[in-house]
């Protein structure tokens, strides 16, 4: 269940654009939050190709941000048939979270609205 932050309406499945007051809601679509081996890891946008990811990744790396792949290697290894229907998760640490998703925002058409609305949402989910 998600609500739209402006308007409070509740939907089963999210729209990309609240039909009620017009509001981006791509970004909640997002879990942001992924713990593993006791290291926060955040969820930094979603892509739809493997391809696409890479690119994303690279670019991240270049900027010296330790990036990583999700997904792909769970399929693997479950041998699920449907590969590819899942989006492809770029993850990366929680203290380089928020320098990364402005390093990605632009490439991700992500407003300056949203990129400030998910890192909002992540230091919410991130407090104690
Ligand atoms: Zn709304």
């Known amino acids: 269940m998600y609500q739209c932050p402006g308007c409070q ?12 007051c017009k ?3 791509r ?6 939050i992924l713990t593993r081996h006791d290291d926060t890891l955040i969820v930094l946008t979603a892509c739809d190709t493997q391809l696409d990811a890479q690119i994303v990744i ?3 790396k270049s900027e010296g941000i330790d990036a990583m792949l999700s997904g792909t290697s769970m399929q693997s290894t479950l041998g699920s048939s449907d590969a590819g229907s ?4 770029i993850l990366v640490h929680q203290s380089d979270g928020e320098r990364a998703l402005r390093l990605i925002g ?3 058409s992500w407003t300056e609205d949203e990129l400030t609305r998910y890192i909002s ?3 919410e989910s991130t407090e104690d």
């Open 106 to 108: 632009s490439d991700a």
């Open 27 to 32: 970004v909640l679509a997002i879990t942001p």
């Open 86 to 89: 899942d989006p492809y998760h």
């Open 121 to 123: 949402m992540l230091a």
């Open 9 to 20: 309406t509740t939907f089963e499945t999210l729209p990309e654009i609240c039909p009620h």
């Open 58 to 60: 690279g670019r991240l």
């Open 23 to 25: 509001l981006s809601l």
